[in-house]
């Protein structure tokens, strides 16, 4: 069975400083992978996703990630954060095999922003 | 398109009541899913439909049916409500490209 690791649950980091968000999941077939952001008291919105190609991925709101199938990682990064990015981030896999496209999603990383 | 829309948005039950959550879709989605969010958690995937007439188990499944009678609904039931139950629920829908939309959830407290 799949499962996803978000290693860091808050993440304080200050305004237009870079930032990392971590994720490693286990699985023993090929995956696809997400990351969602879900602002307060909202649902959660896709941010960027791996299907194939390319490992480095562009997303919204000037984030990216990088899969990394020999460290089964799938870290997000942003070179500048903005107060507007404080949210929590929720990063899902999906094995491409399984019939009802379903996600199993990590427990979360907050990232709070500070000016 | 409204996307995803979920009722009611808040709902607070005694336990042992019974109550239905309403999740409608207007993009014409083949799949759809039921999820609970509790902190530290992330989201656990509890009932899910892969087509109209059809619904599926997932993770915590326990206490809860769903019915998927109209393709761009999708019914989540409490039979009997659980102070365990207190959450807050999400309902999403996807198409084959795999990602998938979410509503504005529902936050449940059972008392």
């Known amino acids: 069975a799949q499962s996803v690791t978000q290693l860091d649950s808050q993440v304080p980091v200050f305004e237009e400083a870079p930032v990392e968000l971590r994720c490693n999941y286990s699985?023993?077939?090929?995956?696809?992978l997400f990351w969602y952001v879900q602002y307060p008291n909202q649902g959660l919105q896709l941010l960027l996703k791996?299907?194939?190609?390319?490992?480095l991925v562009k997303g919204i709101n000037g984030f990216e990630a990088e899969f990394n199938k020999s460290q089964t990682s799938f870290h997000l990064r942003k070179p500048s954060v903005h107060i507007s990015d404080t949210a929590e981030y929720f990063c899902?896999?999906?094995?491409?095999?399984?019939?009802?496209?379903?996600?199993?999603f990590g427990g979360g990383t907050r990232l709070m922003v500070k000016p | 398109n409204a996307g995803v829309t979920q009722t009611p948005k808040f709902r607070v039950l005694k336990t042992g009541q019974s109550m239905t959550l309403l999740c409608a879709q207007d993009?014409?989605?083949?799949?759809m899913y039921w999820y609970r969010q509790d902190p530290g958690m992330g989201l656990r995937l509890i009932h899910y439909?892969?087509?109209?007439?059809?619904?599926a188990k997932g993770e915590v499944p326990d206490g809860y049916n769903v019915s998927r009678l109209k393709k761009q609904n999708f019914l989540l039931g409490l039979e009997s409500a659980a102070p365990s139950q207190t959450s807050v629920y999400f309902c999403?829908?996807?198409?084959?490209?795999?990602?998938?939309?979410f509503g504005p959830g529902t936050r449940l407290t059972v008392t």
């Open positions: 699985s023993s077939v090929s995956v696809y």
């Open positions: 439909s892969v087509g109209e007439g059809t619904t």
């Open positions: 993009m014409n989605h083949e799949y």
């Open positions: 899902a896999v999906s094995e491409n095999n399984n019939a009802g496209n379903m996600l199993t």
């Open positions: 999403a829908s996807s198409s084959y490209n795999y990602e998938q939309y």
């Open positions: 791996y299907l194939s190609g390319s490992t």
